[in-house]
Nanobody, 127 residues
Framework: QVRLVESGGGSVQPGGSLRLSCSIS????????MAWFRQTPGIGREGIAA???????AYADSVQGRFTISLDNAKATLYLEMNSLKPDDSGMYYC?????????????????????WGQGTQVTVSS
């Protein structure tokens, strides 16, 4: 089973920035989807940003233009750069990965496609 460990969460004022990191215990050179999800009371778990083997990226409309997902293959670490943060961005952020034995079109923001999840890191945006 893949082990994922998130870090970088915290409290920030509206308009501020944070960078989340997710260390991945396995090599990131095979076919994969990797993503960040956000869980908030009343909304549940929503896909925020995803990336695939071909470096294609997908973003939720709510974060498009403000958040950037990236992967450092050498460090096996997934990042989420979050800028212009809003109170609605608050929540528990999880990284998730799924590996495929072949190339798959994507990436996807659907949680059902992801097999391995981290424990989460809390982000709070408030004044």
């Amino acid at each position: 089973q893949v082990r994922l460990v998130e870090s970088g969460g915290g409290s920030v004022q509206p308009g501020g920035s944070l960078r989340l990191s997710c260390s991945i215990s396995e090599s990131t050179t095979s076919n994969y989807f990797m993503a960040w999800f956000r869980q908030t009371p009343g909304i549940g778990r929503e896909g925020i940003a995803a990336i695939n083997t071909d470096d294609k990226r997908a973003y939720a409309d709510s974060v498009q233009g403000r958040f950037t997902i990236s992967l450092d293959n050498a460090k096996a670490t997934l990042y989420l750069e979050m800028n212009s943060l809003k109170p609605d961005d608050s929540g528990m952020y999880y990284c998730a990965v799924t590996f495929f034995p072949f190339r798959v079109n994507g990436p996807s923001l659907s949680a059902s496609l992801y097999n391995d999840w981290g424990q989460g890191t809390q982000v709070t945006v408030s004044s």
